[in-house]
């Protein structure tokens, strides 16, 4: 069973920082693309910034120059480092993955469970 991790949410205050981590565990041979995206209230999901195998790095428009995206391939894990933070940045912040689950199979994408963040004025 493949599960996504994520821990490093929280509260904090504008202009704070904050450092998610997202680990794969379970039975798989490889990991391609990883990403984050987030939900606020009322809105829809959408992406923050993903990252592939190779290193190449995208990020939304709202978040570029404030949060980096980084991977440990050998850690199976996924980083997001939130700096500068503003109030319009709370929402729930999802991991999500694409995964060889044997070196003969397709991808399949996985998400985990959520890690809140909240940024207080």
């Known amino acids: 069973q493949v599960q996504l991790v994520e821990s490093g949410g929280g509260l904090v205050q504008a202009g704070g920082s904050l450092r998610l981590s997202c680990a794969a565990s379970g039975s798989f041979f490889s990991i391609n693309g990883m990403g984050w995206y987030r939900q606020a209230p009322g809105k829809q999901r959408e992406l923050v910034a993903t990252i592939t195998s190779g290193g190449t790095t995208n990020y939304a428009d709202s978040v570029k120059g404030r949060f980096t995206i980084s991977r440990d391939n050998a850690k199976n894990t996924v980083y997001l480092q939130m700096n500068g933070l503003k109030p319009e940045d709370t929402a729930v912040y999802y991991c999500?993955?694409?995964?060889?689950?044997?070196?003969?199979?397709?991808?399949?994408?996985?998400w985990g469970q959520g890690t809140q963040v909240t940024v207080s004025s």
């Open positions: 999500n993955a694409d995964l060889k689950l044997g070196s003969w199979s397709r991808l399949y994408n996985y």
